[in-house]
């Protein structure tokens, strides 16, 4: 047996999620009031950060609905859940990572895939995780889109795989009622199927329902827009809005020569590089802004320019993950008035002079309504009609789904209300 040393490569995978990348990522996604209260945190905490809280802005009077965003109510319970599943160690960091990436909704917007490129890591791990995110509460937190929500709602109330995915592929057989049909499809008896029916009517179509959201909070300007003397536009970023974070170098040179809390150190250096990256990828966005949204900034939301977050991705050399980080949370000061970044990215409708931004066509519809005679409310073909001669060609469906993300009610709810308040009003 020989004993000569042998020097051999190989390839190995290894969990790619350090705590210098869950730091950069955490802190692109976090809002101007989440990174406030983080950097305060890590601060008090950290010999080495000499901290300055953000300015106190006082809110403007052009506040748009929009400024509203729901804060992070259910993430810490999904961390507490994901600990008692006695999960491998990075089972539990992939399920803790894609907590961070979830929707106000619970919905998880970015796919397994993208984020395996993104960060080097194994698909299968980010599946492990995905699955003990999924069997966590609220029943259809982590979905990826609403069948799936649906689909793990349905396994939560006791339906096995076979069944959940027959009885949603028989959704419109269930909404028309027709149970020859579904009888004939599913081979249930009638009081089997009318439990299902039932079944089914007890869904949510959002894992996190906004009545057990958490609490509002305003949104406060990352970038604001700047109006220069030659007509030209920029955006800057809000430094008033953002804490400003520095090593205390006194306290470096003293901890080097006795070798104090180097781990202490390194955090505070991985947190000033991730505000650093953060700034400059807002700063990105906001001069790629300025370039494919001047309409919209002369003319208000009738100029949206059709754009996608994966339009800026490409622009931007950046991961479509990033950018869905980056606008998540955040806003932009134009003149005053707040708008939350996300209402930049909408996808196109033909129109008769060139595509149209959806958002505008949004806007539109519910002018539109908010205009309708009283009592006389307009039917969704009314409304396609008035936005057909207006040159936008828009289908009653497209219509239908707009008006609900509106959260206004169809044309016969209107004309109920009107009429309820029109005998409330004359005491009938």
């Not at 993208?114 to 492990?128: I, K, R, V, W």
């Not at 998540?328 to 970044?341: E, F, N, Q, T, Y």
């Not at 209402?343 to 539109?364: E, L, M, Q, T, Y």
């Amino acid at each position: 047996m020989s004993l000569t040393p042998r020097l051999d490569l190989q390839l190995k995978q290894r969990l790619a999620l350090t705590p210098q990348l869950r730091t950069r990522l955490a802190v692109l996604r976090m809002s101007p009031l989440e990174l406030a209260e983080e950097v305060a945190r890590e601060a008090a905490r950290n010999p080495f950060l000499l901290h300055s809280p953000p300015a106190a802005i006082a809110p403007s009077d052009g506040m748009v609905a929009e400024q509203i965003a729901p804060a992070l109510g259910f993430h810490e319970d999904l961390r507490l859940q994901l600990s008692r599943q006695d999960l491998p160690p990075k089972t539990a960091a992939a399920a803790d990572f894609l907590i961070g990436e979830l929707r106000d909704d619970g919905f998880l917007d970015v796919t397994l895939a993208e984020l395996s490129t993104e960060l080097a890591l194994p698909l299968a791990l980010l599946e492990d995780g995905l699955r003990a995110l999924q069997a966590c509460e609220p029943a259809g937190i982590g979905a990826r889109s609403l069948p799936e929500c649906l689909h793990l709602q349905l396994r939560a109330k006791g339906l096995g795989e076979e069944d959940a995915t027959q009885t949603l592929a028989h959704l419109d057989g269930f909404g028309r009622r027709d149970w020859p049909a579904l009888r004939k499809a599913l081979s249930l008896p009638l009081p089997a199927l009318k439990a299902r029916a039932t079944l089914l009517q007890s869904l949510t179509p959002r894992p996190v329902p906004e009545a057990t959201a958490a609490p509002a909070q305003h949104l406060r300007a990352d970038l604001r827009l700047e109006r220069n003397s030659d007509g030209t536009l920029s955006i800057t970023q809000e430094r008033r809005a953002h804490p400003a974070l520095h090593l205390d170098h006194a306290m470096v040179a003293r901890a080097s020569d006795d070798g104090f809390a180097p781990e202490l150190l390194e955090r505070a250096r991985t947190l000033i590089a991730a505000l650093e990256q953060r700034g400059q990828t807002l700063s990105r966005i906001g001069d790629w802004l300025a370039l494919n949204q001047a309409r919209f900034f002369a003319e208000g939301p009738k100029g949206l320019t059709p754009c996608t977050r994966s339009d800026l991705a490409a622009d931007l050399q950046l991961h479509p993950s990033t950018i869905s980080r980056a606008v998540s949370g955040k806003a932009i000061d134009v003149d005053g008035r707040l708008w939350p970044l996300s209402v930049f990215f909408s996808s196109a409708i033909k129109g008769a002079d060139g595509p149209v931004a959806a958002g505008a066509v949004k806007k539109r519809l519910a002018e539109l309504i908010a205009g309708e005679p009283a009592g006389q409310p307009l039917s969704d073909e009314s409304l396609v009609e008035k936005l057909n001669a207006e040159g936008v060609d828009i289908a009653r469906r497209t219509v239908a789904k707009y008006r609900q993300g509106l959260r206004i009610p169809s044309s016969a709810v209107r004309r109920r209300l009107a009429k309820a308040r029109r005998g409330a009003d004359t005491g009938e």
